[in-house]
């Protein structure tokens, strides 16, 4: 007997991700935890430089910035509720000192063009349609950083201008690498905070942009992250207390659907032993000191430097 309705994905067999890949995630907060699965397993990859973005047009501006090496100035950053922000990014790089700001600002924009050139795959995922335009400065931005709404004017981007953005976003990053596979997921993160019909709203004007984009560019991909929430996942024991984030239930279960498409059979055994030692790492004895958990330590730290003669860009 059959309890769900499982999405039918269609098995990757060229380009697929394995030890030996470089990975770039960008996007949603969903990013960060497909993006954690792979830092988990010591894969090379990198999340969100710029931190955590929501919508297609803040994923442009990051991607074009990158490609033509914009330097960050002052009149690219403010200062409100006693730090300094930038609306290109997230609270997460905002700081107490606006030359500390600019300089991560620069590092990051910097790193990513060199990321952008090569990364084998890079992963992107659309969280929202909704943004919010600075009126000041004519501006979309990624982050409103609890500046008053007043100085915002909220909208949704229609079907045409994401398409428009996605289309942008491809142009760009083959003008620096044209044989990296880029994958598109949709966020299964609800926005009810733009209201329960607007989020569906916004979620369909993603997805249709996605497809039109895939027709006319059908070397990209698309996994379906948010069709696996609504169908296979459709509880709320799969949420979080919030009701509105997948819970670690349903990451795992996202991440095992997206591994058995996109990750190579062969780099299983190498997962396997990575979360051994993974765990070894975290396992906390009832006596430190002991002749058994002495020689457990020891024959973690054995493991972990076997795997690193193969593959030593990991850190344990």
Known sequence: MNFLTKIPIHQQENNLIDYNSKLLLIGSCFSENIGSKFDYFKFQ?????????????????????????????????????????????????????????????????????????????????????????????????????????????????????????????????????????????????RHIKDGFVENTQSKAHLIAAIHQFLVKNPQNYYFPSYEIMMDELRDYRFYKEDMLHPNEIAVNYIWERFKQTWISPKSEVTMKEVA????????KPFNPSSKAHLQFVENIKNRSEQLLQKHPFMEF
Do not use: M
């Open 45 to 189: 990859n990198t999340i969100n430089p710029f931190g955590i973005l929501f919508h297609p047009k803040a994923i442009e501006a990051l991607i074009v910035n990158a490609i033509e090496e914009k330097e960050f100035t002052e009149q690219d950053i403010f200062f409100h509720n006693e730090q300094w922000h930038c609306f290109d990014a997230h609270s997460l790089l905002s700081n107490t000192s606006k030359e500390v700001l600019l300089q991560q600002l620069n590092e990051r924009i910097t790193a990513t063009k060199t990321q952008l050139q090569e990364v084998s795959h890079i992963i992107i995922t659309l969280g929202t349609s909704w943004v919010y335009n600075h009126i000041a400065n004519d501006k979309t931005v990624a982050n409103c950083h609890k500046v008053p709404q007043k100085e915002f004017e909220k909208q949704i981007l229609s079907v045409d201008t994401i398409l428009q953005s996605l289309e942008n976003i491809e142009k760009s990053i083959r003008r620096l690498n044209k044989k990296t596979s880029v994958i598109f997921t949709v966020s299964p993160v």
């Open 276 to 283: 051994v030692i993974q765990k070894g790492l975290r396992h």
